[in-house]
C-alpha cells in the first residue's frame, strides 16, 4: 500500500533525515561577529569588499555589484539600459513573477511569451516573433535545471539590435559553451534569497562586461551618487558638472549579508557539483520509470547547475492526476514536491493591474494586463506535467536517488489504489 493510502513510507525521515539548507558553520558565525565589532554595519565595508573580489575573479571578464535583492537587480538592470515607458521587454511565461514585475516597475511592458516543454525556458522562435518596433530587450530566465538556448537568444537580440538580460537567479556557477550565466548578455541578474543555491537570506548580483553599465549600475544602486571613477551620465554621456548625480533609491546590501555570502560563495562550487552528480544519476534512473520524462539535457551547457530539480511527468500513461502524484512522491519520501510556477498571464502573485501606481492612462493598464497573453505550454506544464523538488535534496547521496526512482515506480505498480 502507498503512503498516502496509510502505507508505509518508503523514507523515515525522522530516522534518515535529508539534507538541511542552508548550510553554515562557525566560520560563518566568527565572520558575522567581526562585522558586528567592527561597527561597520551598512554598506561597503570589509566584507562587501571581500565579496566583490570572490565574485570578479569568478565571473571574469565581468565586473559585480551586490544589491538588495533579486527583484531590484533586475530592476535597476532595466534602468541602466534606459528601458522605460512604451518600452517593450520579452519576458517568459513561466518564471517568478518579479522578472515580469522588474518591468512594469520601471513603466515598460512585459511582454510575455511561451516556453520549450522540454526544458520549460524561453522558446526562441516565439521570442523573435514577438519583437515589434517598441521592443528593446529580452529577458531569458534560466529556470530550475536548465539555461536557455542561448546561441538563439543572442544571435536574434544582434540581428534586431536588443539588449539580453540574464535573470540567472537559479544558476550561479552554471556555464553554457564554458561561459557562467549570467556573463552572457548584457547584464546578468542573480538572486540571493535563502532558498537560492548561493545565499545571505536576501540579496542579490549584478554582472556586467561593459564600465559604463557598471558605473550606472553602481549609481542606480547607491542613492543616485556616483562612484569615485564615475563618468557617464543618465543617457551615457559625460557628467556635466561635479553635482550631476542621477535620481535612484538605496538598494544596497549590508556587511553583514556580505559576511554570510563570502562563506556561501566559498561552498559554491563544491556543492554545485555534488548536485549536479545526483541529478545526472537521478535522470538515468526515472528514464526507466513509468509516466516520467527527465529534462532535455543540451551538451552546450558545459556545467550544470540545479536550483530545483523538475521532470515531467504523463497523467495519462498512470491514470493518475499529476497533483495527486506530486502528493503520493510527497509522502512516499517525506519531503515536498510541487508544480512549476504559475503561468505569468494567470499568477496569483503577479496582479499589476491591482497597482495604482501603474495606472498612467488606460492604454498603459491594457498593455500590462497579463490575461491578454496566451500561454498553453506553460499551463500544459503547470497543470498538467510539472512535477519538482528543492535542490537540498541533491546534497544527499546516490543511494538517496534510487529511493526517489524506487518511489516513483512504487507509485505506478500500485496506480490501480487509486481507482479506489
Known amino acids: 500500500m502507498l503512503a498516502i493510502h496509510g502505507g508505509k513510507p518508503l523514507r523515515n525521515v525522522a530516522a534518515e533525515p535529508w539534507p538541511s539548507w542552508p548550510v553554515w558553520n562557525d566560520v560563518d558565525r566568527s565572520r558575522l561577529v567581526q562585522v558586528l565589532d567592527s561597527g561597520i554595519w551598512s554598506y561597503s565595508g570589509p566584507a562587501e569588499q571581500a565579496c566583490l573580489q570572490w565574485l570578479d575573479n569568478y565571473f571574469a571578464p565581468c565586473r559585480s555589484l551586490l544589491v538588495a535583492n533579486g527583484t531590484v537587480s533586475l530592476q535597476l538592470a532595466l534602468e541602466a539600459l534606459d528601458i522605460g515607458y512604451g518600452d517593450e521587454v520579452i519576458v517568459p511565461g513561466l518564471t517568478w513573477q518579479a522578472t515580469a514585475a522588474a518591468v512594469v516597475d520601471v513603466n515598460a511592458i512585459p511582454i510575455l511569451v511561451d516556453v520549450k516543454s522540454d526544458t520549460w525556458c524561453l522558446d526562441p522562435e516565439l521570442c523573435e516573433a514577438a519583437i515589434t518596433e517598441k521592443t528593446k530587450a529580452i529577458i531569458v530566465v534560466h529556470l530550475y535545471g536548465c539555461t536557455t538556448d542561448m546561441d538563439a537568444i543572442m544571435d536574434i537580440a544582434k540581428r534586431h ?40 537570506g ?15 549600475l553602481e549609481s542606480l544602486r ?36 556580505s559576511a554570510v ?22 535522470d538515468e534512473l526515472l528514464r526507466t520509470c513509468p509516466a516520467i ?22 497523467p495519462d500513461e498512470l491514470g493518475i492526476p499529476t497533483d495527486t502524484f506530486r502528493k503520493a512522491l510527497s509522502a512516499e519520501l517525506g519531503f515536498k514536491v510541487e508544480p512549476s510556477n504559475q503561468p505569468l498571464n494567470d499568477c496569483s502573485l503577479y496582479r499589476p493591474l491591482t497597482k495604482r501606481r501603474y495606472a498612467i492612462s488606460k492604454e498603459y493598464l491594457a498593455q500590462i494586463d497579463p490575461a491578454r497573453f496566451s500561454l498553453p505550454v506553460c499551463h500544459d506544464i503547470f497543470k498538467r506535467t510539472s512535477v519538482m523538488f528543492h535542490h537540498k535534496i541533491l546534497l544527499a547521496g546516490p543511494a538517496d536517488m534510487e529511493i526517489i526512482s524506487e518511489a516513483c515506480k512504487k507509485i505506478a505498480a500500485h496506480k490501480d489504489e487509486f481507482r479506489h
Open 293 to 314: 520524462t527527465p529534462m532535455r539535457t543540451d551538451i552546450r551547457e558545459t556545467k550544470k547547475v540545479y536550483f530545483n530539480y523538475s521532470f515531467n511527468y504523463n
Open 222 to 257: 547607491n542613492c543616485g551618487r556616483r562612484s569615485r571613477n564615475a563618468i557617464f551620465d543618465a543617457t551615457g554621456g559625460q557628467y556635466g558638472q561635479e553635482g550631476n548625480f542621477i535620481q535612484s533609491g538605496n538598494y544596497r546590501l549590508s556587511d553583514f549579508q
Open 261 to 282: 555570502l563570502l562563506g556561501q560563495c566559498e561552498r559554491l562550487d563544491m556543492q554545485n557539483e555534488i548536485r549536479a552528480q545526483n541529478a545526472a544519476y537521478l
Open 161 to 200: 539590435h536588443l539588449y539580453v538580460i540574464e535573470d540567472a537567479a537559479h544558476k550561479h556557477g552554471g556555464q553554457w559553451r564554458n561561459q557562467k550565466a549570467g556573463t552572457i548578455g548584457d547584464i546578468g541578474s542573480f538572486s540571493l534569497q535563502l532558498s537560492k543555491v548561493l545565499t545571505c
Open 202 to 216: 536576501e540579496g542579490g548580483i549584478l554582472l556586467t562586461k561593459e564600465d559604463r553599465l557598471w558605473e550606472r
